[in-house]
Structures are given as structure tokens and as C-alpha cells.
């Protein structure tokens, strides 16, 4: 089945507690984002890659990292996570960048930094 | 029923009726548009597309209206059915290979 899933769904956290959220698209998409879901804010994007070792920030890149050494995986990396990095993560992926195809999403991880 | 984008953040309509939900985009150069389903506790499902040079497509069930002059897409939804229920947001392409995406508006189905 083609699917983007990340790993884990739920994740409770302490500030400062180094974290990665996996994802992993099974349809050779070359393109990858990151989002972040927030009540009253919508989807706002976090990073996303056009390929393989091609990253790019979004809208709200701080306190992100990215990286994107093979074409199926997009780790989302919280080097020091904080409080007000509480929200539920969505990673995507489309066949060839957004001026041609939908975004194809993930179930989400919704992520607590207490 | 038709609600208008942030404004009217929810909307309620009977099973079998029509649902009309509005969204206002803001970059007139945008020339890509989605509109996507999110049910509780899942992530955004495909519904439709459209591009700037069209101002009307249909699929099953569904038809994407695009009013470039006043920059608004509309998605209506035929005979609405109880799993219709859930948040639609429209997603716009501005610029580059970055969408953005509205707050969204809830649908619910009343048996």
C-alpha cells in the first residue's frame, strides 16, 4: 500500500531531550516536508527536500533539522526540544515538487515538551 | 450550507444535502489548488485539484469552483453522508514548491 509513515505517534517529552520523528514514503516521491499543525494557525511548514541531500527551510524552521540521505526517509530532528515545540507533526511527500502533484501525508506524531 | 473560509470556522448540514465550503486565497500568481480532508486524528487526505487555468473540475461527488477575479475556491460536496464529517482546508501554491494551507472549516453531517 503506498503510505507515508511516521514514527511514533505519540511522544511525550522534557525540554532539552535531544529527539527524532521518522518518516518514510513507499512511492518514490522525490519531494518531502515537514509540517506542524496548531489550533487556529493551520499547517505551517517546517522544512521540506527536493531530493536526495537538498533541504530547504519553510515558514518556521527554528529549533528544526532536517536531513535527507536517501529518497524514502525524512527524519524531523529536535536537537533541544521546547515547551512551545508542543504540536502534532505531519511529514508529506509528492511525486515531483508542488507545482505538479498533491501532498500525500502521514497520520501525524503528536509530540508534548513538558 | 456554505460557510466562508476563517470567518465561519464550522458548518452543519443534513445528510443528503449539499455542502458548499469557501476559501479566499491571497496571491493572485498562485496556479495550483488542493483541497484536502482531515478526519480525526489522521492526517490530510487528497480530495481534489485544480490549476489556474481552469475554473471548474469535478470528481466524485465533489467540484472545485476557482474565481480567480476575486481570488476564492469552493468545494462542493453532493448529497453530504455522515462520513463527509470532518475539517476541509483549500492549500494554495504561491511561489516555488511551498504550499500554504488555510485554517480550515468543520463539516458536520446531521443524520
Known amino acids: 500500500e503506498a503510505q507515508v509513515t511516521q514514527n511514533p505517534r505519540y511522544l511525550i517529552t522534557v525540554t532539552g531531550k535531544k529527539l527524532t520523528v521518522t518518516c518514510s514514503q513507499n512511492m518514490n516521491h522525490e519531494y518531502m516536508s515537514w509540517y506542524r499543525q496548531d489550533p487556529g494557525l493551520g499547517l505551517r511548514q517546517i522544512y521540506y527536500?527536493?531530493?536526495?541531500?537538498?533541504?530547504d527551510k519553510g515558514d518556521v524552521p527554528e529549533g528544526y533539522k532536517v536531513s535527507r540521505k536517501e529518497k524514502r526517509n525524512f527524519p524531523l530532528i529536535l536537537e533541544s526540544p521546547s515547551p512551545n515545540q508542543t504540536s502534532l507533526y505531519f511529514c508529506?511527500?509528492?511525486?515531483?515538487?508542488?507545482?505538479?502533484?498533491?501532498?500525500?501525508f502521514g497520520n501525524g506524531t503528536r509530540l508534548t515538551v513538558t | 450550507g456554505e460557510s466562508v473560509g476563517l470567518h465561519l470556522p464550522t458548518l452543519s448540514v443534513q445528510e443528503g444535502d449539499n455542502s458548499i465550503i469557501n476559501c479566499a486565497y491571497s496571491?493572485?500568481?498562485?496556479?495550483?489548488f488542493i483541497w484536502y480532508k482531515q478526519e480525526s486524528g489522521k492526517g490530510p487526505q487528497f480530495i481534489i485539484d485544480?490549476?489556474?487555468?481552469?475554473d471548474k473540475r469535478q470528481g466524485q461527488r465533489v467540484t472545485v469552483l476557482l474565481n480567480k477575479t476575486v481570488k476564492h475556491l469552493s468545494l462542493q460536496i453532493a448529497a453530504t453522508q455522515p462520513g463527509d464529517s470532518a475539517v476541509y482546508f483549500c492549500a494554495e501554491n504561491r511561489s516555488g514548491n511551498q504550499f500554504y494551507f488555510g485554517t480550515g472549516t468543520s463539516l458536520t453531517v446531521i443524520p
Open positions: 496571491n493572485s500568481a498562485s496556479d495550483y
Open positions: 508529506a511527500s509528492s511525486l515531483a515538487g508542488v507545482l505538479n502533484s498533491p501532498l500525500h
Open positions: 527536500s527536493m531530493n536526495v541531500e537538498v533541504t
Open positions: 485544480i490549476r489556474s487555468n481552469m
